[in-house]
């Protein structure tokens, strides 16, 4: 399985760094960057082919920024994974994919289940379950099944603690989520 994981916003940050959390001093891109780079790992070793790639996608592709969709595209990708931290208020993990009759949906809910599994000491840490966003240029134009997981709300003072703590248990929740999806694929 080819799969293409593209941790948020702008490489470095530059000139989009996403979500920022100032009283920590951490930016969305390096957070996603860290879990996107760990999941590769976890995945590679399972057996999947990965290509992680970070681009600037704040006004959709833009043209002097690598372009992770026709990227993914041109590759053949099995599954695009593109990894996000929230903001806004709240706490938990949730997934997007197109639309609920996106072929995307059963990895998302397995991602989503592997999420939030992974902190059973934190009960303040929600299931903010599978939603559907079809505006997001990386669920609508990718040819292969795209999800995208926002892991935890960086503007959260619980959950940017975990992001900063706990990459790890991030990238193997996605990892497992996204070979729990292989399988099934597998047997049908």
Same mark, same amino acid.
């Given at each position: 399985?080819?799969?293409?994981?593209?941790?948020?916003?702008?490489?470095?940050?530059?000139?989009?760094?996403?979500?920022?959390? /100032?009283?920590?001093?951490?930016?969305?891109?390096?957070?996603?960057?860290? $879990? *996107?780079?760990?999941?590769?790992?976890?995945?590679?070793?399972?057996?999947?082919?990965?290509?992680?790639?970070?681009?600037?996608?704040?006004?959709?592709?833009?043209?002097?920024?690598?372009?992770?969709?026709?990227?993914?595209?041109?590759?053949?990708?099995?599954?695009?994974?593109?990894?996000?931290?929230?903001? *806004?208020?709240?706490?938990?993990?949730?997934?997007?994919?197109?639309?609920? /009759?996106?072929?995307?949906?059963?990895?998302?809910?397995?991602?989503?289940?592997?999420?939030?599994?992974?902190?059973?000491?934190?009960?303040?840490?929600?299931?903010?379950?599978?939603?559907?966003?079809?505006?997001?240029?990386?669920?609508?134009?990718?040819?292969?099944?795209?999800?995208?997981?926002?892991?935890?709300? $960086?503007?959260?003072?619980?959950?940017?603690?975990?992001?900063?703590?706990?990459?790890?248990?991030?990238?193997?929740?996605?990892?497992? *989520?996204?070979?729990? /999806?292989?399988?099934?694929?597998?047997?049908?």
């Amino acid at each position: 399985m080819n799969v293409l994981i593209n941790p948020g916003h702008a490489l470095y940050g530059n000139p989009d760094p996403g979500a920022v959390n /100032y009283e920590v001093d951490v930016t969305e891109s390096e957070l996603a960057y860290a $879990i *996107g780079t760990k999941t590769a790992d976890y995945l590679e070793k399972a057996g999947c082919e990965t290509r992680v790639m970070q681009s600037h996608n704040l006004a959709g592709e833009a043209p002097e920024y690598p372009e992770v969709i026709g990227t993914a595209n041109a590759w053949g990708a099995d599954l695009f994974v593109s990894i996000h931290c929230n903001a *806004g208020g709240g706490r938990g993990a949730e997934t997007f994919c197109y639309d609920r /009759y996106s072929s995307a949906v059963p990895c998302a809910k397995f991602i989503q289940n592997q999420l939030s599994a992974s902190f059973p000491d934190d009960p303040g840490f929600r299931n903010r379950g599978v939603k559907y966003s079809p505006g997001l240029c990386v669920l609508r134009l990718t040819e292969m099944p795209a999800v995208l997981v926002e892991t935890a709300f $960086i503007d959260n003072p619980e959950d940017v603690r975990l992001l900063i703590e706990k990459t790890d248990v991030f990238a193997a929740a996605i990892a497992r *989520g996204v070979t729990d /999806y292989w399988q099934m694929k597998v047997r049908s």
